[in-house]
């Protein structure tokens, strides 16, 4: 009984590394696509230089994504000297981080077209009003601005094609499942695995020590990923040249993610097979004192018989 219970624990214990794994990789996956995130991912791989085609898998091309909402801006009323102005500020990346982030949630689950909140427009209509007052040659009202600044957020809407022109052949449905996969029930199955674990070793310390090892060799594992960059972007890379200039960057930013993530797991592995250690440590000084407690009660008794 006693080798099956090890046995048992063994198999838990992989399950346990098997679903930490899993979660780490859904965590930093749905990380990745928040608004904060892209931000900064915008920023780094340069968007506002990529062409349009590139970006939204159109068929035009020869034009980038700076031109091209530039020319909305300009349609909508905002002169060419604050449109630069505006583009130029890094809370763009912010308004650019927000519209991408609903752009994405329009391609996967078929949501409204993207709309720029009221926070998002308030932020550029604050900047365009500031490169207002610093150009006195341009003859302009801020309420005029305003209103110019309004017509801009809603004609970016014509800036994100149809989802299925989008999409094309990417498998949408995996995409899907992994993005709106609820970490929750990974959460509970750990949980399980966790209390199944404490019945087998008979202990209510001893899972700490099988959580511990889990999440160790998971953050370990994440860190050697996250530190294979140059590999990992190559491999990626020689195998696809259409989005090659969105591509690269994103295995960069998802790889140091992965290798934060990693640190962060990796050390709370330690921290509680130190703590198990700990606690196992006084269970036997205790068990130890107990034994030697009745050991002394035995002799002492039997000197009193004597």
């Known amino acids: 009984m006693r080798i099956i219970r090890k046995i048992l624990i063994f198999i838990w214990t992989v399950i346990l590394t098997f679903l930490c794994l899993l979660t780490i990789f859904l965590i930093s ?13 915008i920023k780094d791989a340069e968007i506002l230089n990529i062409d349009v085609n590139t970006i939204f898998n159109q068929e035009e091309s020869g034009i980038t994504l ?87 957020a809603s004609n970016l809407v014509e800036l994100v094609p149809d989802r299925t022109q989008m999409i094309g052949e990417i498998p949408i449905g995996s995409i899907r499942l992994f993005i709106n996969f609820n970490v929750v029930y990974l959460y509970l199955a750990i949980a399980f695995v966790i209390v199944l674990t404490g019945l087998l070793s008979w202990t209510f310390y001893k899972p700490i020590k ?27 890379s ?27 797991v990796s050390f709370s592995g330690v921290l509680l097979i130190t703590i198990y250690i700990v606690i196992n440590r006084i269970m036997i000084n205790n068990k130890n004192a107990k034994i030697l407690e009745e050991t002394r009660r035995i002799n002492i008794e039997d000197i009193n018989i004597k």
């Open 29 to 41: 996956g749905k990380s990745l696509i928040t608004r904060e995130n892209l931000s900064n991912y």
């Open 66 to 152: 700076k031109e091209k909402i530039t020319d909305i801006a300009i349609i909508s009323g905002i002169p060419e000297k604050i449109v630069l102005d505006m583009l130029a500020t890094d809370q763009i990346n912010d308004v650019l981080g927000e519209f991408f982030s609903k752009t994405i949630d329009y391609a996967i689950n078929g949501t409204e077209k993207p709309r720029l909140s009221t926070e998002a427009i308030d932020k550029m209509k604050e900047i365009a009003n500031e490169s207002l007052e610093n150009h006195i040659n341009i003859m302009m009202e801020k309420e005029e601005l305003d209103k110019s600044v309004d017509r801009y």
């Open 210 to 236: 099988y959580i511990g090892i889990s999440l160790f060799i998971s953050g370990i594992i994440f860190v050697i990923l996250g530190c294979m960059n140059n590999f990992i972007g190559g491999l990626i």
């Open 238 to 264: 020689s195998q696809i040249t259409e989005f090659k200039a969105l591509i690269e960057p994103l295995i960069t930013y998802i790889l140091t993610i992965w290798f934060k993530s990693g640190v962060l």
